[in-house]
T-cell receptor, first 108, second 112 residues
Framework: GQQVMQIPQYQHVQEGEDFTTYCNSS?????IQWYKQRPGGHPVFLIQ?????EVKKQKRLTFQFGEAKKNSSLHITATQTTDVGTYFC????????FGTGTSLTVIP | NAGVTQTPKFQVLKTGQSMTLQCAQD?????MSWYRQDPGMGLRLIHY???????DQGEVPNGYNVSRSTTEDFPLRLLSAAPSQTSVYFC???????????FGDGTRLSIL
């Protein structure tokens, strides 16, 4: 089965609201990657987290890696219509296994 | 650089037919993978390869074969297509040490 689980599966927000997706693993991860997939497109790499408790920011996006390296989150501040898409986390085993993804809809 | 190239982009098959989905990368990446994407299921790993001549199974390998005769190419074969294999298929490649994955544009496959 899936190595990592993501919640929520779907999220609808009004433009300007914040959004958070959570990624949880039953095992400790050496690192975690986040990807974004626009509707009709392919996944595109956003960021990689490696250290316990690590926090990284990309403009309005904030990524966190849990202290136990079993969970991670992506927070978007003041969503825009360009944020629409599905966000995936991926954790490595012998190859990368993806979470179920969170589909974000932004209502103008 | 073209990156990861997948062909065809769309395909319709009848149950029982066989076909090969092509994937090629020009980044000299050692690692290549095939994923399928179905609604609500995320991306599920079918097969992967850590180098030429080496392949291994992922989460959902049944009904699919792969080979890796060169670093550049990693074709995915459907031996006898079934409606349950209707999906979007993505090929990805990456370098060593957990480098980011680069994805192709996908193949949208329908099996009637």
């Amino acid at each position: 089965g899936q190595q990592v689980m993501q919640i929520p599966q779907y999220q609808h927000v009004q433009e300007g609201e914040d959004f958070t997706t959570y990624c949880n693993s039953s095992t400790t991860l050496s690192n975690i990657q986040w990807y974004k997939q626009r509707p009709g497109g392919h996944p595109v790499f956003l960021i990689q987290l490696v250290k316990s408790g690590e926090v990284k920011k990309q403009k309005r996006l904030t990524f966190q890696f849990g202290e136990a390296k079993k969970n991670s989150s992506l927070h978007i501040t003041a969503t825009q219509t360009t944020d629409v898409g599905t966000y995936f986390c991926a954790g490595p085993r012998n190859q990368f296994y993806f979470g179920t993804g969170t589909s974000l809809t932004v209502i103008p | 650089n073209a990156g990861v190239t997948q062909t065809p982009k769309f395909q319709v098959l009848k149950t029982g037919q066989s076909m090969t989905l092509q994937c090629a990368q020009d980044m000299n990446h050692e690692y290549m993978s095939w994923y399928r994407q179905d609604p609500g299921m995320g991306l599920r790993l079918i097969h992967y390869s850590v180098g030429a001549g080496i392949t291994d199974q992922g989460e959902v390998p049944n009904g699919y074969n792969v080979s890796r005769s060169t670093t550049e190419d990693f074709p995915l074969r459907l031996l006898s297509a079934a409606p349950s294999q209707t999906s979007v298929y993505f090929c990805a490649s990456r370098g060593q040490n957990n480098q980011p994955q680069h994805f192709g544009d996908g193949t949208r496959l329908s099996i009637l």
